[in-house]
């Protein structure tokens, strides 16, 4: 199984980026799937994550800006991020949990089924 996400950049605060994470090796349409990140020096952060049937969690740091959404049948998770700030530079990664499970469930563990090389996304003030 590989997972990878693409689509980060250098964006000026206040604009937009679409990430994706396309999966490979399996069919994941019943699966949870989700994004983290990870900035220098900081913990990982839990973003948000979308379920098997289109239940979404956000984390109150992106809630309004980020949206989780998916497409079953190419694979493929997406992230789309509006108003980005300073502080949402990291390294995005996307993430898969377990089949059948929930979106809030999901935000709740640190470890997760499937893990994703990341892409950076640098914000400028």
């Known amino acids: 199984v590989q997972l990878q996400a693409s689509g980060g950049g250098l964006v000026q605060a206040g604009g937009s980026l679409r990430l994706s994470c396309a999966a490979s090796?399996?069919?994941?349409?019943?699966?949870?799937m989700g994004w983290v990140r990870q900035a220098p020096g900081k913990e990982r952060e839990f973003l948000g994550a979308?379920?098997?049937?289109?239940?979404?969690y956000y984390a109150d740091s992106v809630k309004g800006r980020f949206t989780i959404s998916r497409d079953n049948s190419k694979n493929t998770l997406y992230l789309q991020m509006i108003s980005l700030k300073p502080e949402d530079t990291a390294v995005y990664h996307c993430?898969?949990?377990?089949?059948?499970?929930?979106?809030?469930?999901?935000?709740?563990?640190?470890?997760?089924?499937?893990w994703g090389q990341g892409t950076l996304v640098t914000v400028s003030s």
């Open positions: 993430a898969i949990d377990g089949p059948w499970t929930t979106a809030v469930a999901m935000s709740l563990k640190r470890e997760y089924d499937y």
């Open positions: 090796g399996r069919t994941f349409s019943m699966y949870t």
């Open positions: 979308i379920s098997w049937n289109g239940g979404t």
